[in-house]
C-alpha cells in the first residue's frame, strides 16, 4: 500500500538519490541529490543505505498525507515543517501515523529539505539509479517532479529497522546556514585561459545567485572575469562544482543535472564538502571563492568522508511516543544518556 500521498506538490519535489554513475560517455547526467550531504544524513537517521532515494524538496516545500505508521527524517534547509501543525524538528527521525500531515510554512533558512523514509521511496531503478534527471524524463516518479494526487510507496524494511529508536544528529551534523557562502575551489583545468587579472577578479569578488539558477547550474553576477583570448575550448568532461566561464565572462556553477560536456573554460572546480553549501543556495545569496591546492582538498574530503563515517557511532538514540492533551497528539522524543 502507498505510504505518502501528495496533497500539494511544492515548488519542486522529485526523488533523488546520490546519482546515476556510469553513463556519461553516452551522454546521461548523474543527477542525484543537489546536497548529498543532507540525504545521507536523512537515511542514516531512518537506518537507510546511504545511497537510498529521497524527496528532495525545494524552498516552498509541499503538502503530503502518511497513509500508514512509518519512520521518517527531515534534513537539509529549513523550510518550516510542520506535522498536524506542529513544528516538527530537523536532523532527527521521528514517527508519523496514519492520517498525519506534513506540510512546510516557508523558507527559514537555506534552499532544499529531504525526507527520507525508512525503506527507502519504493519508484523503479532507472540505470541503476532512483534519482530524478527532469530535462530527460527520466528516473524517480515517470521522470517527473510530483503532483497533486501522487502515491508513493516506501521499501521493505531491513532487520534491524523494524524495532529502530528514531535518532537525532549530534549538533555538528547540521547546518549554520548564512546568505554568504565561502566555497574553497581548486585551479583548473583550463585556469591558463584567464589573464592574471581575470583570476584575481574571481577570488577578490562577490557573487550573487541569479534567479537563473537551478538544479543545472547556478549562473552567478558580479565583476567579468577576463579571458586570455577566448572562451571557447574543444568540449571536455563536465563535473560536479566546475565553474564554467562562457564569453561574457561570468562564472557559472554547474551542478546535479550539469551537462556531461561543454565547450566553455572551466577556471576552478568546487571541493566536494562545499558543494552542499551551494545546493542550499538561493537567488539574491552571495559567493566568494577561496583558493586550495589538490592536497588541501584531499585532506578536507578524508575529513568529511569520515565525520560522516562516524555518524552511526554518535548519533543520540530517542524514546519517542505520544502524549494526548485535551483531544490532541503531540510527539513527544526524549533522548537517551
Known sequence: MAFIKVIKPGMLTTVQDRGRFGYQQWGIPVAGAMDEYALRIANLLVGNQENEGCLELTMLGPTLEFLEEGLIALTGGDLGAQLNGHKCPLWQSFFVKKGDVLNFSGLRQGCRGYLAVAGGIDVPLFMGSKATYLRGKMGGLEGRALK??????????????????????PPEYGYSLSDVIEARVVLGPQDDCFTAVG?????????????????????????????????????DGIAIGSIQVPGHGFPIVMMADRQTTGGYTKIATVITPDLPKLAQAKPGDTIVFKAVSLEESHEI?????????????????????????????????????
Open 148 to 169: 497533486v494526487g501522487d502515491e508513493l510507496k516506501k521499501g521493505p524494511l531491513l532487520d534491524e529497522q523494524r524495532a529502530m529508536t528514531p535518532l537525532k544528529a
Open 199 to 235: 583570476i584575481k577578479t574571481f577570488f577578490n569578488s562577490e557573487y550573487k545567485v541569479t534567479v537563473e539558477g537551478d538544479r543545472m547550474g547556478y549562473r552567478l553576477e558580479g565583476p567579468q572575469i577576463q579571458h586570455q583570448e577566448g572562451a571557447d575550448i574543444i568540449s
Open 301 to 337: 574530503y578524508r575529513e568529511y568522508e569520515d565525520k560522516i563515517r562516524r555518524f552511526k557511532e554518535r548519533a543520540l538514540p530517542l524514546r519517542a511516543f505520544r502524549l494526548k492533551i485535551n483531544n490532541k497528539s503531540y510527539l513527544v522524543e526524549v533522548e537517551e544518556v
